[in-house]
């Protein structure tokens, strides 16, 4: 394999494109490796998915601001109310969540010291202006989703928002093509390498283990925030009204029941057949367990019902998301009411 001028040139002009073959597929061959190997349409490449994620991740917020500030003044000032007037909530944060932070936070003090180095550095103006550009849009990038995921942990969010995810997945392909190119730089370029692609051609290499940990996160979706919820307050101020539940372990066997003994109503067989025998008691009924009480699920209810501004064809879609979610989604998405995303 030959080491043409597409590897070292900056220039984006597709006369790079050279092929003595008659073929269509050598062709196509030469211009796949121009758009995917060359400096400056990676950089044109990466940048777009940079801007594309900033411009997406602005849209949402502005969107979710604006329907935020929109049912605020649609709501009285009783529907305004949280159910739950008081929480304390304990968080617990794993490796997933250190790793995505510190990650994005090296990444960012990586491309901002190399924008700096592009910015002073003696080379030609039209390159040096967009490659610290280039890099100075990958700061800004990482420097946002550093951010994001700091915030992650004050909104409690289980899930990284989809369009981060997707960014990371996007990120790691585009980083491995600058990967690629730096290794044909350094097996075929000998000699006469501008110290520009040397430069980055490291950065790229120290980047490269770095996105697969976040391609790794994205994979996985869970952001590694455990959120522990204890109620203080009830909806009519009476402190500690549900403490005697939580000291008991007579809780409904529907909580704990799998889907054939919910479907057949299997789990109340225990006490049919002890309220058979004799009457029960007031301290033999059962109690509802946390995630089945009338403030939690009335909280459920009002995340997933449309609000009034808002136009449903099918509201009945709203109903059976409250009606078969797990116990385990219900936590979650309730968690989850209160985040950006």
């Known amino acids: 394999m030959s080491s043409g001028p597409w590897i070292t040139s900056s220039s984006c002009s597709p006369s790079l494109v050279q092929s003595s073959e008659d073929t269509s597929v050598a062709a196509i061959f030469q211009w796949l490796r121009f758009i995917f190997l060359s400096p400056c349409p990676q950089r044109a490449l990466l940048s777009s998915v940079d801007l594309l994620f900033l411009v997406s991740l602005l849209a949402f917020s502005i969107q979710k601001l604006y329907s935020k500030f929109v049912s605020n003044g649609h709501q009285s000032s009783d529907l305004n109310k949280p159910l739950i007037r008081h929480s304390r909530a304990h968080l617990r944060t794993t490796i997933c969540f250190k790793l995505s932070l510190t990650v994005s936070a090296l990444l960012t003090l990586c491309y901002t010291v190399v924008c700096i180095l592009a910015f002073t550095r003696n080379t030609e103006l039209p390159w040096k202006l967009v490659d610290g550009l280039f890099w100075f849009v990958q700061a800004l990038t990482h420097a946002v989703i550093t951010i994001l995921i700091a915030h992650e942990r004050r909104f409690e969010a289980v899930k990284h928002p989809l369009s981060l995810r997707v960014y990371w997945v996007a990120n790691f392909i585009v ?13 075929y370029v000998q ?9 980055d051609d ?18 996985r979706g869970s952001t590694g925030i455990a959120v522990n919820r204890e109620f203080e307050q009830g909806m009519n101020g009476e402190s500690n009204l549900y403490e005697p539940l939580l000291s008991k372990s007579n809780v409904t066997g529907f909580a704990s029941a799998s889907i054939i ?9 225990p006490l049919l057949r002890k309220g058979y025998k004799s009457p029960l008691k007031v301290d033999e009924v059962p109690f509802l367990s946390p995630e089945h009480r009338a403030e939690n699920m009335s909280a459920l209810f009002e995340s997933n019902w449309p609000k009034p501004q808002e136009k449903l064809d099918h509201p009945g879609l709203c109903l059976s998301k409250v009606l078969w979610i797990s116990p385990r989604e219900k936590e979650a998405r309730l968690m989850k009411d209160t985040t950006l995303y």
């Open 175 to 187: 980083i491995s093509l600058f990967t690629a190119s730096g290794i044909l730089r350094l097996v």
């Open 191 to 199: 000699q006469n390498q501008e110290p520009s692609f040397r430069l």
């Open 202 to 219: 490291v950065v790229s290499m120290v980047s490269f283990p770095l996105s697969i940990v976040l391609l790794v996160i994205a994979l």
């Open 261 to 269: 003994s919910k479907t057949f109503w299997i789990w109340m067989n």
